[in-house]
């Protein structure tokens, strides 16, 4: 039941972010400059990370079948590394239909979704580079 949970926090964070985007791209210009923030970017930015953190655990959890739990871990957090790759690598594809102008809608949400998928990404590799 713990998984269905961790699921449905990271399809909340989905929601959110969508919410999110919803609003950057119904705002005015510019959406993402040193003088200037929207603020549906943070609400994008906070749905996007919600939903990242969210995933190693419901992972963890889908791979009870595993009895030893370092494994479950390692398996989980190597999806989870994946996962936002992938993810950002989405958001790029995205920034690069939008020339990456961050004052432009799709712009602004391919740079704060990369940088969120980034900090995961940086997240999970100083964990594994310097972890116990």
Same mark, same amino acid.
């Given at each position: 039941?713990?998984?269905?949970? /961790?699921?449905?926090? =990271? $399809?909340?964070?989905?929601?959110?972010?969508?919410?999110?985007? /919803?609003?950057?791209?119904?705002?005015?210009?510019? @959406?993402?400059? $040193? +003088?200037?923030?929207?603020?549906? /970017?943070?609400?994008? %930015?906070?749905?996007?990370? #919600?939903?990242?953190? %969210? %995933?190693?655990? !419901?992972? $963890?959890?889908? @791979?009870? =079948?595993?009895?030893?739990?370092?494994?479950? &871990?390692?398996? %989980? *957090?190597?999806? &989870? =590394?994946?996962?936002? #790759?992938?993810?950002? /690598?989405?958001?790029?594809?995205?920034?690069? *239909?939008?020339?990456?102008?961050? +004052?432009?809608?799709?712009?602004?949400?391919?740079?704060?979704? !990369?940088?969120?998928?980034?900090?995961?990404?940086?997240? *999970?590799?100083?964990?594994?580079? $310097? =972890?116990?």
């Amino acid at each position: 039941m713990r998984a269905r949970s /961790l699921l449905l926090v =990271g $399809f909340g964070g989905a929601v959110v972010a969508a919410i999110g985007a /919803l609003g950057v791209a119904s705002g005015e210009e510019p @959406h993402l400059s $040193f +003088s200037d923030l929207d603020p549906w /970017l943070v609400v994008f %930015a906070l749905g996007t990370l #919600v939903m990242l953190g %969210a %995933a190693p655990y !419901a992972i $963890f959890d889908r @791979h009870s =079948g595993i009895e030893n739990e370092d494994e479950r &871990w390692d398996r %989980a *957090l190597a999806v &989870w =590394g994946g996962f936002s #790759v992938l993810t950002g /690598l989405a958001f790029l594809a995205l920034g690069a *239909l939008g020339s990456f102008a961050p +004052s432009s809608a799709s712009g602004a949400i391919a740079w704060v979704g !990369a940088g969120c998928c980034g900090l995961v990404f940086e997240t *999970l590799a100083q964990f594994v580079l $310097f =972890g116990d």
